[in-house]
């Protein structure tokens, strides 16, 4: 996952936008997580939704495990919301999730910003 993506301050959550197609590699969500949390703490926000084109991933069982590990470490109490275009979530995607949660981070895949944006209980300015 490159870092190349929009951030967008709404008051009440951080909207992530990435423009064009990424590939999901462990480098690259070890640096996405860093600026993740740096922009958590600039913003003392905790409620993510996070948008663009699905991406390509490629992650082994122990990238998407470390992965959801390291969402841990982003910012207390991590909501995140993740909307990719025509994304369907896989056992990896499952993996990932589960690490995280099993951390005390709560991630999801949506298939619309809607759904996303009242799961996080955000408004949709």
């Not at 301050?9 to 969500?29: L, S």
């Not at 990238?63 to 109490?77: C, K, T």
């Not at 275009?85 to 949506?110: C, H, I, W």
Request: hydrophobic share 40%; glycine share 8%.
């Amino acid at each position: 996952m490159d870092n190349d993506f929009e951030v967008d301050f709404r008051g009440d959550h951080i909207r992530i936008v990435h423009p064009r197609a990424f590939t999901i590699t462990p480098e690259g969500m070890e640096l996405f997580w860093k600026a993740l949390g740096e922009i958590c703490r600039q913003y003392q926000c905790d409620r993510v939704l996070a948008t663009g084109p699905a991406p390509e991933k490629k992650l082994d069982t122990v990238g998407a495990f470390q992965s959801g590990v390291r969402a841990a470490d982003v910012h207390p109490n991590l909501w995140l919301a993740l909307c990719f275009s025509n994304y369907q979530p896989d056992e990896m995607s499952e993996l990932f999730v589960t690490a995280a949660r099993n951390r005390g981070v709560r991630v999801k895949f949506f298939a619309d910003t809607e759904t996303a944006m009242r799961w996080l209980g955000v408004s949709g300015k």
